[in-house]
Structures are given as C-alpha cells and as structure tokens.
C-alpha cells in the first residue's frame, strides 16, 4: 500500500475544525490525498487550517468538488463508513478486517455529514460498508475520529497488504461504472423501464446497488456490459 492509492472522501463537512483534524490524523499514518465535497463553510477554510497543525500541507493540497461522483471518478474500489444499520442491500466489513478485504488499485473512504452522515445515495456509490467497531450502546463517531481509526487501521495494513494476484486486469473506476450506469439507464428509459416517475430515481439507486455487489469488475468486463445493453437494445429494433 502507497498513501497515494488512497484517498480520504469528506462529504458536506459541517465544520472546518473537524477537517483540519482528519488532515492531521492523515499525516500521523502515512496519507496525503483529501478530497472534500460541498464542505458546509466554503473554501478555504481558516478553522480547518488552524487545527490541522503538522497537515497543513494536505489541508492546502486537499481537492474540493461539487459532487460525489467527481470526487470518485478514478477510484477503482470505494468504501463508505456508516455508524448506523440501513435499509440498502450491501456488504459490510468491520474495520478490523480491513487489510484483508482491501483489493489493489485506487480506492477511497467515504465519511459523511457530523449530524447525520452519507445519506444512501451516497453509499450507492460505494463497493462495500465500512464498519468501525465500537460499543453497540453507542455506535456514533465524531467524523475526524472516524479518519483516525481508518487511517491507523490502514496503516497497520501496510505490511500485510499485497496486490491481488488473481486479478491482472486493471479494475473499472467509478468513472467507468457511472459511464455504464447511463448507457443501461437510457437503454431501460427507451424501453419505458420506469414505469412510475416517482419511484425512477429509487430503481436507479437499486440498479447502482446490485452492480456495486460485484466485486472487483474490470475495465473490459465492463466494456462487456456495454455491449450486451447495445445488443440487446439493437434485437428489439
């Protein structure tokens, strides 16, 4: 593992003092890429520059986009940490687990809002749940302490992690995936998939859902996917 193959996902942060503290938590163990998305108070951020002490420099190199999907358009692999259970068909690995269920390629950690956390179109996009084990009393993390177990936690992994021998094809990014998602979306839309308005976005995100459960999918495995939508899209004309 490289700190630059992975990269740490805050979404919507509400306040600044808690970004700088995932930066500093960052630098203590080894990783350098931050991406915020949306973050509540704009950006730059005086608060988030003052608490990240010795992270100043990832506080200053930290990318900020204005949605999710650009912030993991090249990651291959993404998981998303939730404190709580949720009504969504997904995988989930407990944070002690994690060197052993890491792939290799680019992959990133979502963590979501101080009040409330990622919402579950957000964990659409993510390949698995992340859990951190805490009492079951009380599951709830502020969010730079949720960034400081991962980040210790991944880099205790560094020795034991080691690239997937079984899978010598590049993995399909999050980029790829989307590309697909709106081919198989305008193909289903032509055939009057979505029956009902209301419900569309609901099956899209189930859609993201069930394909997100196939582990590792691969760059021409996707490409084969493609190619099934045209040609099935192609039989019915």
């Known amino acids: 593992m490289t700190k630059n193959n992975i990269a740490i996902i805050l979404v919507a942060p509400q306040m600044g003092e808690n970004i700088g503290a995932a930066a500093r938590a960052m630098k203590n163990f080894g990783l350098g890429d931050l991406r915020i998305v949306s973050p509540r108070d704009g950006w730059p951020n005086e608060k988030a520059e003052s608490v990240s002490a010795g992270g100043i420099d990832i506080i200053k190199q930290a990318q900020i986009f204005s949605s999710l999907e650009e912030a993991v358009a090249d990651l291959s692999y993404i998981y998303a940490t939730t404190g709580v259970s949720r009504d969504i068909n997904k995988n989930y690995v407990l944070s002690r687990d994690l060197a052993q269920d890491m792939p290799a390629g680019n992959i990133g950690f979502m963590f979501g809002r101080e009040n409330w956390g990622l919402n579950n179109q957000e964990i659409a996009y993510a390949n698995k749940i992340l859990v951190i084990d805490t009492d079951k009393e009380y ?14 936690e991944l880099f205790g992994a560094k020795e034991v992690l080691r690239a997937d021998l079984n899978n010598t094809q590049a993995l399909a990014s999050a980029n790829d995936l989307n590309y697909f998602y709106e081919h198989l979306f305008a193909s289903l839309e032509e055939k009057e998939f979505f029956r009902v308005p209301e419900k569309k976005d609901k ?6 859902n069930l394909f997100s459960r196939i582990d590792k999918l691969s760059v021409q495995e996707v490409q084969i996917l493609h190619g099934i939508v045209t040609a099935l899209a192609a039989d019915e004309k």
């Open 139 to 152: 599951a709830s993390l502020n969010i730079a302490h949720a960034v400081s177990i991962i980040c210790y």
């Open 203 to 208: 099956m899209r995100q189930k859609i993201r």
